[in-house]
C-alpha cells in the first residue's frame, strides 16, 4: 500500500506542475479567453516584401497605441504569405484554423488577397485589406473589406493627369501581365482616357511582361517606334523602377505614370535619378494630414522609426484600428458580428482619411497624386471621387 500511495503522490505532484506550466485554452483562441487575436497577413518575403513590411509597421504601430479592445489585449498575429498566391492561401488558412484570429489585416497585391477570398469568406472571418485595390478583391465577398479606393477611380485619376495636366492625346501602355493589379488598373485607365480623348485609338503601344522580368529593351523599343506622349506603367516597385531606368537609357523622355506601388523606398533606391520627375496615384500625403488620427499617426510614427511613412503604412494602421473599432460597437470578438459592424462603418476617422464603406466594403476616399522631387516623394493634388 505504501508503494501504491507514493506513486499516486508523484503522479499527483507532476500533473500540479504540468498544469502551472501551460497556459489555460482558452487564452489561446482568437476571441474566447482573455487574448483577441487579429491576424495579419502579408508578403513579407518575396517580390512583395518591401510593400508588405510598410503595412505590417502600420499595423504594429495601431497595436502598440491600442494594445486592448473590450478589457482584453490583442494580440497581432503575423502570417508571410511569400510573394505567392498558392502561399497566400495557405497563410490566410493557417490564421483562420490554426491561430483562431477574429479578423485579418492584408495584403499588399491584390492577386494576393483574392487568393485568401474564399478562405475568409468561408470560415466567416473578416478581412480588411489596407492597399489591395483591385475590384475583385471584394466582388461577391461579404467577408472581405478595404480601407483604400479601387482602382476603376485610380486609373481615372491618372487618365485625367496624363490628358489634362500633360495634354497627351496619345498614350501607350507597359503593364506587369503577371499581376492582377497591374492588369486591372491598365484597363480602367486605357477605358478613362479613351473617353477622355474620344479616339478609340489612342493607346498606340501595348506591352507586357512578367513579374521578376530585369530586361525591358523588346518592350520599350516597340513602344518607342510609336511615338506615345505618355507611357502608363502600372507595376511593381522593383521592375517599374528597372522599366524607367531603361526607358531613360533608350532615349526615352516621355512622361512616365504609374499608381501607388511605386510609393516604397526600394523605387528610389533601385530608380536613382532616372525616377525623378515620376508621377503616381496614392493615399496619403504626409504634408497634409487629414484628421486627428492623422496627427497621431505621424507623431507616433516619427518618433517609432526616425522616417517619414509610405501612404501604406497609414492604411495599416487604419485597417487596425478599424477592426477595433468594429469589435466595440459590436461589443464581442465573435468574427461574424465583428463582420456585420466592420459594413456599416461610414465617416471613421482613419489616419488616411475619413473612411465609408460602400455596398461592396470598399472605401470611397480621396486620390492623392505624388512626384517625386529631390529623391523623395512629394505631394502634388488632391483628387476626389465624383460623387463627393
Given at each position: 500500500?505504501?508503494?501504491?500511495?507514493?506513486?499516486?503522490?508523484?503522479?499527483?505532484?507532476?500533473?500540479?506542475?504540468?498544469a502551472g506550466c501551460s497556459k489555460p485554452a482558452e487564452q489561446t483562441t482568437g476571441g474566447d479567453g482573455e487574448v483577441i487575436k487579429i491576424g495579419v497577413f502579408e508578403p513579407i518575403t518575396?517580390?512583395?516584401?518591401?510593400?508588405?513590411?510598410?503595412?505590417?509597421?502600420?499595423?504594429?504601430?495601431?497595436?502598440?497605441?491600442?494594445?486592448?479592445?473590450?478589457?482584453?489585449?490583442?494580440?497581432?498575429?503575423?502570417?508571410?504569405?511569400?510573394?505567392?498566391?498558392?502561399?497566400?492561401?495557405?497563410?490566410?488558412?493557417?490564421?483562420?484554423?490554426?491561430?483562431?484570429?477574429?479578423?485579418i489585416i492584408g495584403s499588399w497585391g491584390s492577386s494576393l488577397s483574392m487568393a485568401a477570398g474564399d478562405i475568409v469568406k468561408n470560415a466567416k472571418v473578416p478581412a480588411v485589406g489596407a492597399?489591395?485595390?483591385?475590384?475583385?478583391?471584394?466582388?461577391?465577398?461579404?467577408?472581405?473589406?478595404?480601407?483604400?479606393?479601387?482602382?476603376?477611380?485610380?486609373?481615372?485619376?491618372?487618365?485625367?493627369?496624363?490628358?489634362?495636366?500633360?495634354?497627351?492625346?496619345?498614350?501607350?501602355?507597359?503593364?506587369?501581365?503577371?499581376?492582377?493589379?497591374?492588369?486591372?488598373?491598365?484597363?480602367?485607365?486605357?477605358?478613362?482616357?479613351?473617353?477622355?480623348?474620344?479616339?478609340?485609338?489612342?493607346?498606340?503601344?501595348?506591352?507586357?511582361?512578367?513579374?521578376?522580368d530585369q530586361d525591358f529593351t523588346a518592350q520599350l523599343t516597340n513602344i518607342k517606334a510609336a511615338n506615345p506622349e505618355v507611357i502608363f506603367a502600372p507595376g511593381n516597385f522593383t521592375e517599374?523602377?528597372?522599366?524607367?531606368?531603361?526607358?531613360?537609357?533608350?532615349?526615352?523622355?516621355?512622361?512616365?505614370?504609374?499608381?501607388?506601388?511605386?510609393?516604397?523606398?526600394?523605387?528610389?533606391?533601385?530608380?536613382?535619378?532616372?525616377?525623378?520627375?515620376?508621377?503616381?496615384?496614392?493615399?496619403?500625403?504626409?504634408?497634409?494630414?487629414?484628421?486627428?488620427?492623422?496627427?497621431?499617426?505621424?507623431?507616433?510614427?516619427?518618433?517609432?522609426?526616425?522616417?517619414?511613412?509610405?501612404?501604406?503604412?497609414?492604411?495599416?494602421?487604419?485597417?487596425?484600428?478599424?477592426?477595433?473599432?468594429?469589435?466595440?460597437?459590436?461589443?464581442?470578438?465573435?468574427?461574424?458580428?465583428?463582420?456585420?459592424?466592420?459594413?456599416?462603418?461610414?465617416?471613421?476617422?482613419?489616419?488616411?482619411?475619413?473612411?465609408?464603406?460602400?455596398?461592396?466594403?470598399?472605401?470611397?476616399?480621396?486620390?492623392?497624386?505624388?512626384?517625386?522631387?529631390?529623391?523623395?516623394?512629394?505631394?502634388?493634388?488632391?483628387?476626389?471621387?465624383?460623387?463627393?
Amino acid at each position: 500500500m505504501k508503494k501504491v500511495s507514493f506513486l499516486l503522490a508523484i503522479v499527483l505532484i507532476l500533473s500540479f506542475t504540468l498544469a502551472g506550466c501551460s497556459k489555460p485554452a482558452e487564452q489561446t483562441t482568437g476571441g474566447d479567453g482573455e487574448v483577441i487575436k487579429i491576424g495579419v497577413f502579408e508578403p513579407i518575403t518575396g517580390a512583395n516584401a518591401g510593400g508588405g513590411a510598410l503595412e505590417v509597421e502600420g499595423a504594429k504601430l495601431a497595436n502598440k497605441l491600442y494594445p486592448e479592445v473590450l478589457g482584453k489585449k490583442v494580440e497581432l498575429v503575423i502570417a508571410d504569405n511569400k510573394s505567392d498566391k498558392v502561399e497566400a492561401a495557405s497563410a490566410a488558412a493557417r490564421l483562420v484554423e490554426k491561430e483562431k484570429v477574429v479578423a485579418i489585416i492584408g495584403s499588399w497585391g491584390s492577386s494576393l488577397s483574392m487568393a485568401a477570398g474564399d478562405i475568409v469568406k468561408n470560415a466567416k472571418v473578416p478581412a480588411v485589406g489596407a492597399s489591395c485595390t483591385n475590384p475583385l478583391v471584394t466582388l461577391n465577398n461579404d467577408y472581405y473589406f478595404r480601407v483604400c479606393f479601387i482602382d476603376p477611380f485610380q486609373g481615372t485619376v491618372m487618365a485625367n493627369y496624363a490628358f489634362n495636366k500633360l495634354g497627351a492625346k496619345k498614350a501607350a501602355i507597359i503593364q506587369e501581365v503577371s499581376n492582377d493589379y497591374s492588369v486591372g488598373l491598365a484597363k480602367f485607365f486605357v477605358d478613362s482616357f479613351k473617353e477622355l480623348t474620344g479616339d478609340a485609338n489612342c493607346i498606340v503601344a501595348s506591352s507586357n511582361y512578367n513579374t521578376g522580368d530585369q530586361d525591358f529593351t523588346a518592350q520599350l523599343t516597340n513602344i518607342k517606334a510609336a511615338n506615345p506622349e505618355v507611357i502608363f506603367a502600372p507595376g511593381n516597385f522593383t521592375e517599374s523602377a528597372l522599366l524607367i531606368k531603361q526607358a531613360k537609357q533608350l532615349g526615352i523622355n516621355v512622361p512616365i505614370i504609374g499608381g501607388d506601388t511605386w510609393e516604397t523606398p526600394e523605387f528610389i533606391d533601385i530608380g536613382q535619378a532616372d525616377v525623378e520627375g515620376t508621377v503616381f496615384s496614392t493615399f496619403f500625403a504626409t504634408e497634409k494630414p487629414i484628421t486627428d488620427e492623422s496627427e497621431k499617426f505621424l507623431a507616433e510614427y516619427r518618433k517609432e522609426y526616425n522616417k517619414e511613412p509610405a501612404a501604406v503604412t497609414a492604411l495599416g494602421y487604419d485597417a487596425y484600428i478599424l477592426i477595433l473599432d468594429a469589435i466595440k460597437r459590436a461589443g464581442s470578438a465573435d468574427p461574424v458580428k465583428i463582420r456585420e459592424e466592420i459594413a456599416k462603418t461610414k465617416d471613421f476617422m482613419g489616419a488616411a482619411g475619413v473612411i465609408s464603406l460602400d455596398e461592396n466594403g470598399d472605401a470611397v476616399k480621396d486620390a492623392v497624386i505624388k512626384v517625386v522631387k529631390d529623391g523623395k516623394f512629394t505631394y502634388m493634388d488632391t483628387v476626389k471621387p465624383v460623387n463627393r
